[in-house]
């Protein structure tokens, strides 16, 4: 596990991690994964269902993400203990230490943090998330796809900041929710596609009772 504290006084507050689950934890991780992705039980964000939206220069609503999305929380809410990622996640509340140790208040006050909500979404060609903030304290996002990795694009950024990070495959970023982000559009080439092959993210909303 590697971490990397940023801190810049003109940029803002981050965690990066690599390598943050292990070999065992990645093993229940994708057996999860491989069973979640599946028109079945993962939706196509739209407006309709919950997918985030802006306004347009018109008044009209405009859809912000084009993907696959899932919230484990309410899937599993009659024990959330049958889901290997509600379970194995845990293990970003053992490690308080990412929070801790970070120089800047909006991540080191823990405290503060009461609730966590977690949602993976699923991309593959064309599938991008466009500039949104999340309502969340804090957000930790963590990236997952098969070796050799079979689509470009899919990076975060952060377009307030000029700052790009990459989509590498287990790596973690925690970072204040109300931060503008995005996700560049993935590129896959079609024989790849419909495989599970595309960029899988877990979404985890740190939030405090009663607000963000």
Not at 14 to 32: A, G, S
Not at 37 to 43: A, I
Not at 70 to 75: A, I, N, V
Request: hydrophobic share 35%.
């Amino acid at each position: 596990m590697k971490i990397t504290n940023s801190n810049e006084l003109d940029k803002f507050p981050y965690v990066l991690v690599d390598d943050f689950y292990n070999e065992q934890e990645l093993t229940e991780i994708w057996e999860e994964l491989d069973y979640i992705c599946s028109p079945k039980r993962m939706n196509r964000a739209a407006i309709e269902n919950g997918g985030a939206w802006d306004r347009d220069v018109y008044g009209n609503k405009q859809l912000l993400k084009y993907n696959w999305t899932m919230w484990l929380d309410p899937f599993f809410s009659q024990n959330r203990e049958h889901s290997n990622i509600l379970s194995v996640n845990r293990k970003l509340f053992s490690n308080m230490n990412l929070f801790e140790d970070h120089p800047h208040w909006l991540i080191n006050d823990v405290d503060a943090l009461q609730k966590d909500y977690s949602q993976i979404a699923y991309y593959e060609d064309s599938d991008v998330y466009k500039v949104h903030r999340d309502y969340s304290r804090l957000t930790c996002l963590t990236w997952f796809f098969r070796e050799p990795k079979k689509f470009t694009g899919g990076n975060l950024q952060f377009p307030l900041f000029d700052i790009e990070i990459e989509c590498k495959n287990n790596r973690m970023i925690i970072f204040p929710g109300a931060v503008p982000h995005a996700a560049t559009k993935v590129f896959m080439e079609e024989e790849h596609m419909g495989q599970k092959l595309g960029r899988f993210v877990m979404v985890q909303l740190l939030k405090v009772d009663g607000g963000i």
